[in-house]
């Protein structure tokens, strides 16, 4: 077999570059080829010469497709063992699972955008007059008590304005309407702080404010709103709902609502209207908030609403003790949580 054939077959780099080093090494045969042009006469160099030239050419050019050729193998072999089919379905369950807030969250933004409601976010350290003065809650107003608030205290020396942990998702509200022109349809998920611990308060927790602003708009597109959400939520046709005058400084007027419920099978169902329970605080928002704002309230009016986001997981999915809902305590989510493949539709059902 030639010197090239060996080098074409050459199983593997080790073996390929024991024949270069045996070919054009220090004392290879080519290398010593080309020392013996020393002696040589002018005459003869001039033939031997380009002849042992081109052997070295073909010899190099030999080697380099040979090397270029395995490598491309090495790396197809690799390519084959690490191949990852992205399109298969999972084999094996998936371990981890989506959380009750997360799940109602989701559940929650899947009903409110098929009715035309965008979704829309601020930041969890308020400023004082987001939280409370632009929704008409005056420094020196007792509703500011109600809230058990969490101050953020400047660092000293530094001259800030004291902010705080935001007590409910209603400075979302001021946010919006400051940022963009009617008509607003929004909804605003988030958490939400209040200095409370108890089997039924957390001192973090999460809220759902709904804000619409258009015009004529009256509390019959209130109710309506949230007997058709309260319906498609609890995925039933008997839900009742009645509204209550209520207080907030920032609606006029106020309603808490109040919400149907009954025994089914031994467990508490939403439901019917043998007994009642508040789940929502709501109310047209007041003249002096969509003023704060830069909008004129003669022209534009709408209403708001705000309710737990826990709470709704609690009355839906049966869990009794708040608490529990964030002690990352794994056999709770392994039972509460839900499957991460299965997503909230209004078509395939809102509840898992
Ligand atoms: N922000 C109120 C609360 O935290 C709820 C609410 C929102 C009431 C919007 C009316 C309108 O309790």
Redo the contacts with the bound molecule.
Sequence with gaps: MSLIDHIAAAPDLAALDALRVAALGKSGEITAALKSLGPMTPEERSVEGPKIHARREEVTAAITARKNALEAAILDARLATEKLDLSLPARETPRGSVHPVSQVMDELTEIFADMGFAVAEGPEIEDDWHNFTALNIPETHPARAMHDTFYVTPAAGEDAAPMVLR????PVQIRTMMAGKPPIRIIAPGRVYRSDSDATHTPMFH?I?GLVIDKGINMGHLKWTLLTFLKAFFEREDVAIRMFASY?P??EP?ADVQVGWKFENGRRVIGGSENWMEVL???MVHPRVIANCGLDPDEWQGF???TGVDRLAMLKYGMSDLRAFFDGDLRWMKHYGFSALTVPTLSGGIGA
């Design positions: 007590t409910h998702t209603s809220q404010e907030f920032f609606t106020s605080g709501a109310g708001a609403f705000g």
